[in-house]
């Protein structure tokens, strides 16, 4: 669980707070209808994270952001 809370710490500081994977989804989903009140911030593209059923995850938008987090982590393999 500490790695993984400083990994999410860590993402936060490259890219911006994010939100968990469901409410970003349910976001995502009523964007498209409220496109007008949402603002360009409000969903991070980069970065989500999972913590159900103490599954710690974090999901990423593509295998760059990987490779960087993985750089600056070695050991997090």
Not at 40 to 62: F, Q
Request: charged share 30%; with cysteine; aromatic share 18%.
């Amino acid at each position: 669980m500490l790695d993984f809370d400083r990994s999410r710490r860590w993402f936060n500081e490259q890219f911006g707070w994010s939100q968990d994977v469901e409410t970003r989804s349910r976001m995502q989903e009523n964007q498209r209808y409220n496109r007008d009140t949402y603002q360009e911030n409000d969903i991070n593209p980069v970065w989500a994270y999972g913590v159900k059923y103490g599954d710690y995850r974090i999901y990423v938008d593509d295998d760059k952001t990987l490779s960087w987090f993985v750089l600056c982590h070695p050991t997090s393999q």
